[in-house]
T-cell receptor, first 113, second 114 residues
């Protein structure tokens, strides 16, 4: 029962570096989401996807990019890391959209120095 | 605007005492409501959800929540708190339409004192 798998769990980046946060799910869910969690701020939606080849911006998309070439994978790309992107990132998936609830990954803690 | 408000940032409850965490929402469509729990360093786990029907829903770990449409509230309760319940709790609202995403509150941190 893998569910939603995120890698890496921890990462330290230098300002201006780039990286890709990986997210994979094995439940054949159409809907996938990326959120960031900052202390006292809850979870904010970065990007989401309703199926392979279809993505859309959430509340805080600036500085990030996504792609969804297959149902299973939904990577999040940071092109030029900034200290403001220090956060915990969660990937989630759902079979039918937000009204059905999510299955979350365990998160990636990213620090930009 | 669509939003979820959790008025209490931090609550401390004695072990064995009852617990109520508050959640108010503002949402244009028929709301689907959720409570998630997050232990330190972990992801979010679904406690319970409300879609329709009985307004009192039961979840895992002995939690329950009551939906009150007139008050736009979905408060989480537990009759007797255990030390292992110390965590952060998030209320979320969504809709069943395709493509919608959950909107989360800012969370309530629960501490349990002995």
């Amino acid at each position: 029962n893998a569910g939603v798998t995120q890698t890496p769990k921890f990462r330290i980046l230098k300002i201006g570096q780039s990286m890709t946060l990986q997210c994979a799910q094995d439940m054949n869910h159409n809907y996938m989401y990326w959120y960031r969690q900052d202390p006292g701020m809850g979870l904010k939606l970065i990007y989401y996807s309703v199926g392979a080849g279809i993505t859309d911006k959430g509340e805080v998309p600036n500085g990030y990019n996504v792609s969804r070439s297959t149902t299973e994978y939904f990577p999040l790309r940071l092109e030029l890391a900034a200290p403001s992107q220090t956060s915990v990132y969660f990937c989630a998936s759902s079979p039918l959209g937000g009204g059905n609830g999510y299955t979350f990954g365990s998160g990636t803690r990213l620090t930009v120095v | 605007a669509q939003s979820v408000t959790q008025p209490d940032i931090h609550i401390t409850v004695s072990e064995g005492a009852s617990l109520e965490l508050r959640c108010n929402y503002s949402y244009g469509a028929t709301p689907y409501l959720f409570w998630y729990v997050q232990s330190p360093g972990q992801g979010l786990q679904l406690l319970l959800k409300y879609f329709s029907g009985d307004t009192l829903v039961q979840g895992i770990k002995g939690f329950e929540a009551e939906f009150k449409r007139s008050q736009s509230s979905f408060n989480l309760r537990k009759p007797s708190v255990h030390w292992s319940d110390a965590a952060e709790y998030f209320c979320a609202v969504g809709a069943y339409q395709a493509g919608t995403a959950l909107i989360f509150g800012k969370g309530t941190t629960l501490s349990v004192s002995s």
